[in-house]
């Protein structure tokens, strides 16, 4: 028979189970090396398709488009692609690229070789948004005051080390 702690069995199998088991590291794991060569590949053969196609769409026709990233998922079935308009407005673009979405995989299927190649699904990229609203913060007048005192501490900390150091013979 065999023991059981806290409702869980204690045999040997179950021990080299939880070994082995995975920690949950919260939003998942890195990708692997494979995932991110092959979004990289997509994103510069998409952005080639992009700056050369010929939309029959409204909303796509004469637009500039960046693709910004493209991160595929584990099983390498799905690949979400971010995008950026260079001018105009990004929800009309990024719902005309997903309209458009079997073309551009007939396309990519050409330029790129792969077994299965992935669903895209466009997603407009707010990180440009992020990095100008902390660029923002960073410049605000009490940010640089704070930055200014924890420098002043800094070089007064540097400067009292400096005075406790005996010079070198």
Partial sequence: MRAVENGTENSPLMKRKAHNARPNT????????????????I??????????AAFRDTEL????ITV?????SPDLRNATVFVLPLEGDAAPMVAG?????????GQLARAVQLKYLPALNFVFDK??????RIESIMHRP????????????????????AAN?????
């Fill in 26 to 41: 919260g939003r998942g794991k890195a990708p692997t090396q494979r995932q991110l060569r092959v979004g990289e590949e």
């Fill in 68 to 72: 910004t990233e493209v991160r595929v």
């Fill in 61 to 64: 026709a004469n637009m500039a």
């Fill in 142 to 161: 009490e940010v640089a005051r704070d930055l200014a005192r924890v420098d002043d501490a800094t070089a007064d900390g540097a400067s009292a080390d």
């Fill in 97 to 105: 690229l997903n309209r458009a979405t079997g073309y551009l995989r």
């Fill in 165 to 169: 150091e005996e010079p070198e013979s």
């Fill in 43 to 52: 994103r510069h053969a998409l952005a080639e398709i992009l700056r050369r």
């Fill in 127 to 132: 990180s440009f948004d992020e990095a100008s």
